[in-house]
């Protein structure tokens, strides 16, 4: 029997997923990547990694990649609110449906743990800070009611199967490889390209609304220690933020150009993350400032 050990990473031509991928393969492990490219791209994917292009609820060809692995870090999603709200159904079958499929063949092969990359979009709007893994959910949208629905499904796959899941709360994440393109970029990658391209700043609404970066090193960290902990493994939730909200105009201040407000958006006023229990769990502190991640992206963009 081969020595080596097995990872899989769904998404993993993705953005955050194309990070945990390079951190597995420095770490020795073999990497199959199942991607089927919609959103990610063949360029993001290592090259000592193996790439399957096929779709994440195809539960026949993802059994066999999954099958030997030691840990499954699930990634593959359709993203972003405002394209869920277009298409919910879409949406609904990769992402309740595809996690379905994964955490089905993932018990079949006896997996030693799942990792979910939840979302912390499952907050909502909630009239306390920091949101709190204990604060009953408010999906404002079907992505976000999807990736909640995620999570319960890796509860109930600990609960009723015996196989071992965590989920991580991710708090709007930046970094290298992040896509500034298309109406559902990130807020971040579009000022970027909007700087570069010698373009206003479009701010939705009064550009007051906050949000929780939190760089895709911190994010990939704290992946892999849930891969190992000792103190998950039941379907824990937990958050993945730096623990800082920090408003919209605040950003586009950093990033640096003149502004234009535009119509708001059905969207959370205010996130910002309690990470006591990513503390606590998993030993894991943010590491990357705002100010530090902003500056290797302009770099990047060359803005």
């Known amino acids: 029997?081969?020595?080596?050990?097995?990872?899989?990473?769904?998404?993993?031509?993705?953005?955050v997923g194309s990070h945990v991928v390079d951190v597995l393969i420095k770490e020795g492990f073999a990497v199959s990547v199942i991607?089927?490219?919609?959103?990610?791209?063949?360029?993001?994917?290592h090259k000592d990694a193996t790439l399957h292009v096929v779709d994440v609820r195809d539960s026949k060809a993802i059994a066999p990649i999954i099958?030997?692995?030691?840990?499954?870090?699930?990634?593959?999603?359709?993203?972003?609110?405002?394209?869920?709200?277009?298409?919910?159904?879409?949406?609904?079958s990769v992402n309740v449906g595809g996690t379905l499929a994964v955490l089905k063949a993932s018990k079949d092969a006896?997996?030693?743990?799942?990792?979910y990359a939840a979302s912390s979009s499952a907050y909502g709007n909630q009239e306390t800070l920091p949101l709190s893994e204990d604060v009953p959910p408010q999906p404002l949208s079907p992505y976000a009611l999807?990736?909640?629905?995620?999570?319960?499904?890796?509860?109930?796959?600990?609960?009723v199967y015996g196989l071992s899941t965590v989920s991580l709360r991710?708090?709007?994440?930046?970094?290298?490889?992040?896509?500034?393109?298309?109406?559902y970029a990130l807020v971040i990658g579009k000022f970027l390209k909007q700087k570069k391209d010698g373009v206003p700043l479009t701010i939705t609404g009064d550009g007051q609304q906050t949000r929780d970066f939190t760089h895709v090193q911190d994010i990939v960290r704290g992946m892999i220690l849930a891969a190992r902990s000792e103190h998950v493994g039941k379907g824990e939730v937990i958050n993945l933020g730096r623990g800082q909200e920090v408003s919209v105009n605040a950003l586009a201040?950093?990033?640096?150009?003149?502004?234009?407000?535009?119509?708001?958006?059905?969207?959370?006023?205010?996130?910002?993350?309690?990470?006591?229990?990513?503390?606590?769990?998993?030993?894991?502190?943010?590491?990357?400032?705002?100010?530090?991640?902003?500056?290797?992206?302009?770099?990047?963009f060359g803005v």
């Open 67 to 92: 099958a030997g692995s030691e840990f499954v870090f699930h990634l593959a999603a359709l993203p972003r609110v405002q394209y869920s709200i277009e298409y919910p159904e879409e949406t609904n």
């Open 170 to 183: 991710f708090f709007n994440v930046y970094g290298s490889r992040l896509d500034p393109e298309g109406a």
């Open 110 to 115: 006896g997996v030693k743990r799942v990792v």
């Open 253 to 300: 201040e950093l990033i640096g150009g003149t502004t234009v407000h535009i119509e708001p958006r059905l969207e959370p006023r205010h996130t910002r993350a309690d990470i006591t229990r990513a503390k606590e769990f998993l030993n894991w502190t943010p590491e990357v400032s705002l100010e530090e991640g902003v500056a290797e992206l302009k770099k990047l």
């Open 146 to 159: 999807q990736k909640y629905v995620g999570e319960l499904y890796c509860r109930v796959f600990s609960e």
């Open 1 to 15: 029997m081969s020595s080596i050990k097995k990872a899989v990473v769904t998404g993993g031509a993705g953005f």
């Open 35 to 45: 991607d089927d490219l919609s959103g990610g791209k063949r360029d993001n994917v």
